[in-house]
């Protein structure tokens, strides 16, 4: 072995100048969504096939992919992690310990593994990385603000990735609602790495969440090629950028933004899947016709059914199936969760019996005219969600399906709640002011 460290500093058990560099570079291009990293590992196992952390890096990015499609490809990155570990360092034995607990459907405890990576290398920003991304997929709010802030007082603006904490810490406040430290830390990490997307994307969040539609147009306004070397998470910012114009009632420019930077088009990547349907659905929801556009997207969920790896790719899944009338594959994707809801061996099974059975059979019932059902299904979650993962702007697509739900079933005074308390909590949201004042009206006119 040769004395090679990583950008913060650790150690790397390698034998590989050439290697040492190009995981370095892999590192990097992981932190800012590069389309190469996946290649740039594969570079570094090539110029070192011992390289236990290497592998490992590698079993990570298949497990970010969030589907059972290439969980046996992170498995077998990880069992090449432990055939080489023999020399490795503890932090990095800790990391396939992590991957392991991943691979295995234990979220929890990987996320305490990188926890404890990060108590005694607190500059290990892959480690940051992972537990910020799984805190994501898990609804730990506080957590997405605590891994940061807890490894901040340690790092300083020299060290290579002070940006992409500072990008991790400004997303955390704004999920726990401290919008004003959001958009301080995320304009600092955008000024200290422009090439940081998770950064730029917090203060989108911040300014989505204040109804800032004008700033944050003008925060997202970039060439159509301005990420063309960036993998699919760039499509998730062209998805806020859409809302900005959604809520600004510029529904052509929506639609145009969804037929050249959002839609599936084939991919099978988390992410494209739910920025399309969740779009569509908030574009039907206000009576925008979307055409055939639910089609691509049904055909994809109808042929991925039994895949849960993410239970909000789910949900998204059933938006598209009960979009496009296919109930009786909707029916399937149901029993599909209520089997891996059973088995209790990973930590998501519970998660999709208590969240997602019961916002799919809402959304479901929802699409089949059974609205009185379908409020019965999402009322209880209201406020009570975020287990099931993703952001407060991404989970809005389930009030806005119990709001509609709530009118439907003439159930008034409901909606007349739920859309108070979102004035009260978004005072600049013109659509819900005007559609509150229209319920209150009704309310008194039938009184």
Same mark, same amino acid.
């Given at each position: 072995?040769?004395?090679?460290?990583?950008?913060?500093?650790?150690?790397?058990t390698?034998?590989?100048?050439?290697?040492?560099?190009?995981?370095?570079?892999?590192?990097?291009?992981?932190?800012?969504?590069r389309?190469?990293?996946?290649?740039?590992?594969?570079?570094?196992i090539?110029?070192?096939?011992?390289?236990?952390?290497?592998?490992?890096?590698?079993?990570y990015?298949?497990?970010?992919?969030?589907?059972?499609?290439?969980?046996?490809?992170a498995?077998?990155?990880?069992?090449?992690?432990?055939?080489?570990?023999g020399?490795?360092?503890?932090?990095?034995?800790?990391?396939?310990?992590?991957?392991?607990?991943?691979?295995?459907?234990?979220?929890?405890?990987?996320?305490?593994?990188?926890?404890?990576?990060?108590?005694?290398?607190?500059?290990?920003?892959?480690?940051?990385?992972?537990?910020?991304?799984?805190?994501?997929?898990?609804?730990?709010q506080?957590?997405?603000?605590?891994?940061?802030?807890?490894?901040?007082?340690?790092?300083?603006?020299?060290?290579p990735?002070?940006?992409?904490?500072?990008?991790?810490?400004a997303?955390?406040y704004?999920e726990?609602?401290?919008?004003?430290?959001a958009?301080?830390?995320?304009?600092?990490?955008?000024?200290?790495?422009?090439?940081d997307?998770?950064?730029?994307?917090?203060?989108?969040h911040?300014?989505?969440?204040?109804?800032?539609?004008?700033?944050?147009?003008?925060?997202?306004?970039?060439?159509e090629?301005?990420?063309?070397?960036?993998?699919?998470?760039?499509?998730?910012l062209?998805?806020?950028?859409?809302?900005f114009h959604?809520?600004?009632?510029?529904?052509?420019?929506?639609l145009?933004l969804?037929?050249?930077?959002v839609?599936n088009?084939?991919?099978?990547?988390?992410?494209?899947?739910?920025?399309?349907?969740?779009?569509?659905? &908030? %574009?039907e929801?206000? *009576?925008?016709?979307?055409?055939? +556009?639910?089609?691509?997207? !049904?055909?994809?969920?109808?042929?991925?059914?039994?895949?849960?790896g993410?239970?909000?790719?789910?949900?998204?899944?059933?938006?598209?199936?009960?979009?496009?009338?296919?109930?009786?594959?909707?029916?399937?994707?149901?029993?599909s969760?209520d089997e891996?809801?059973?088995?209790?061996?990973?930590?998501s099974?519970?998660?999709?019996?208590?969240?997602?059975?019961p916002?799919c059979?809402?959304?479901?019932?929802?699409?089949q005219g059974?609205?009185?059902a379908?409020?019965?299904?999402l009322?209880?979650?209201?406020n009570?969600?975020?287990?099931i993962?993703?952001?407060?702007?991404?989970?809005?697509?389930?009030?806005?399906?119990?709001?509609?739900?709530?009118?439907?079933?003439?159930r008034?005074?409901?909606?007349?709640?739920?859309?108070?308390?979102?004035? &009260? %909590?978004?005072?600049? *949201?013109?659509?819900?002011?005007? +559609?509150?004042?229209?319920? !209150?009206?009704?309310?008194?006119?039938?009184?």
């Amino acid at each position: 072995m040769i004395d090679v460290k990583d950008p913060q500093g650790y150690r790397l058990t390698t034998s590989s100048q050439e290697a040492a560099r190009l995981y370095n570079l892999a590192q990097q291009s992981l932190l800012e969504y590069r389309l190469s990293t996946m290649q740039t590992i594969k570079e570094v196992i090539a110029a070192d096939p011992d390289f236990a952390l290497a592998h490992c890096l590698r079993g990570y990015q298949f497990m970010m992919y969030g589907s059972f499609s290439v969980l046996n490809a992170a498995k077998s990155a990880l069992r090449a992690a432990e055939a080489c570990a023999g020399a490795a360092t503890p932090r990095e034995r800790m990391h396939i310990e992590a991957l392991r607990a991943w691979a295995d459907g234990k979220t929890g405890r990987a996320i305490l593994l990188w926890e404890q990576i990060l108590c005694d290398s607190p500059l290990d920003i892959v480690a940051l990385r992972l537990h910020h991304f799984n805190c994501f997929w898990t609804g730990r709010q506080h957590s997405l603000r605590g891994g940061a802030a807890s490894v901040l007082d340690v790092w300083s603006e020299d060290i290579p990735g002070y940006g992409n904490v500072l990008g991790m810490l400004a997303f955390g406040y704004e999920e726990c609602g401290q919008y004003r430290e959001a958009e301080r830390f995320g304009r600092m990490a955008v000024e200290h790495n422009a090439n940081d997307l998770w950064a730029i994307h917090a203060v989108a969040h911040v300014l989505e969440m204040e109804d800032r539609q004008e700033e944050g147009i003008a925060w997202l306004a970039r060439p159509e090629d301005a990420w063309s070397d960036r993998n699919p998470f760039k499509g998730h910012l062209w998805w806020h950028l859409a809302l900005f114009h959604l809520e600004s009632r510029q529904y052509d420019e929506v639609l145009a933004l969804y037929d050249r930077s959002v839609r599936n088009d084939g991919s099978t990547f988390y992410l494209d899947i739910q920025n399309a349907a969740s779009l569509l659905a &908030r %574009l039907e929801l206000l *009576n925008v016709d979307v055409g055939d +556009r639910w089609l691509g997207l !049904a055909d994809f969920a109808e042929k991925n059914i039994g895949d849960h790896g993410l239970i909000f790719t789910d949900l998204h899944y059933m938006m598209a199936l009960a979009k496009q009338r296919r109930f009786q594959a909707a029916e399937r994707l149901l029993e599909s969760m209520d089997e891996f809801a059973a088995d209790d061996q990973t930590d998501s099974a519970a998660v999709v019996r208590t969240l997602g059975l019961p916002l799919c059979r809402g959304v479901l019932a929802f699409e089949q005219g059974e609205y009185a059902a379908a409020v019965d299904f999402l009322a209880p979650l209201h406020n009570n969600d975020a287990a099931i993962g993703a952001s407060h702007a991404q989970r809005d697509i389930i009030d806005q399906y119990l709001i509609e739900a709530t009118m439907r079933a003439k159930r008034l005074s409901q909606t007349r709640m739920l859309l108070a308390e979102r004035v &009260r %909590l978004r005072p600049r *949201n013109q659509a819900a002011i005007e +559609r509150h004042r229209d319920v !209150a009206r009704r309310i008194f006119e039938a009184a």
